[in-house]
């Protein structure tokens, strides 16, 4: 069985699920449909069982399909990483590693921690995509990013999960607001007021409307955008509140001339973590960099300890 199974078919495979039909499947790597049908065909025959069955929508992967089909792209996959890695060498760079990171990962410190950590390694090129949790985790999973850094709130079983930052949910505010004078504010109180939401069906937004939830509210969003710096632009406009991590926004919040009240409740303390599927499958470039990213949250982590011992 194993010989009917080389790179080439397994991307004629790929091919087949996602064009859903042999001919256009065919079309797309260059060859006739017959050279297509006969070596799927071969490996159906190898395995005892079909792979693809003819559906409302085209061809369409069976059970045993779907599990070659994840299987194959995770070969393919790690194929191009490592023909991205061997070419790299001759350019001077040696290894490359692809991080995805959730919106509030990429707002705060880890871009400047990627940038020193690429100062001190030359001859590393790393790859930073944005994507939400659930993307970020699945992706780790199945061997298409090197690293994940995401909010420890998403289901991370069976990865490991590296401890990296912390940030600090607080309310963000036009000065005239009823709530700009409070030093502190707790979820509920904010529920009265119009307000905007950020990153629709992010882990973020979830959190909210579940704490909403729990409290027997409706969140209700008066308006609801991407970014961070639109969010602090709206609330300058008078618009609404904002709930945003202070470490990601406190730069645009000071530049419109907001007010950003710190949460009180206990879950409004985040913590990010850089996950992967396992020190053993990482390469050496992935994993210097694993680590790199480690050592920067024992620095922020004494700096917190510290000011807490000294306004005691």
Request: glycine letters at 6%; one cysteine or more; a positive charge.
């Amino acid at each position: 069985m194993l010989r009917h199974l080389d790179p080439v078919t397994l991307r004629l495979f790929v091919a087949a699920c996602e064009e859903r039909n042999i001919a256009r499947a065919a079309a797309r790597e260059a060859l006739v449909p017959s050279a297509v049908s006969k070596r799927i065909a071969a490996v159906e025959a190898a395995v005892g069982t079909p792979l693809l069955v003819r559906g409302r929508r085209g061809i369409e992967p069976t059970a045993a399909g779907e599990v070659l089909l994840r299987q194959a792209r995770e070969v393919l996959w790690a194929l191009e990483r490592t023909q991205a890695e061997l070419t790299g060498f001759a350019a001077g760079v040696q290894g490359s590693v692809r991080v995805l990171a959730s919106v509030s990962a990429l707002a705060e410190e880890l871009p400047d921690d990627i940038a020193a950590f690429l100062a001190r390694h030359e001859k590393v090129s790393v790859t930073l995509d944005e994507r939400v949790s659930s993307e970020i985790v699945r992706s780790v999973r199945e061997g298409a990013a090197d690293l994940g850094v995401l909010w420890d709130a998403s289901d991370t079983t069976g990865l490991l999960a590296v401890p990296y930052r912390r940030d600090r949910l607080c309310v963000v505010l036009h000065p005239a607001h009823p709530l700009a004078k409070r030093r502190r504010l707790h979820f509920a109180q904010t529920l009265a007021h119009p307000a905007i939401g950020v990153a629709p069906g992010g882990m973020m937004d979830l959190l909210l409307r579940r704490e909403a939830a729990r409290l027997g509210m409706t969140l209700a969003y008066r308006i609801q955008i991407a970014s961070f710096d639109s969010a602090c632009r709206i609330a300058a406009a008078g618009l609404g509140l904002a709930v945003l991590p202070r470490e990601a926004t406190a730069l645009y919040a000071r530049a419109a001339g907001l007010v950003m009240v710190p949460l009180a409740d206990a879950w409004a303390v985040r913590r990010l973590v850089v996950v992967a599927r396992g020190e053993a499958t990482l390469s050496a470039s992935a994993k210097l960099l694993l680590e790199h990213l480690e050592q920067q949250a024992r620095p922020a982590q004494a700096s917190r300890r510290s000011s807490r011992q000294s306004s005691r």
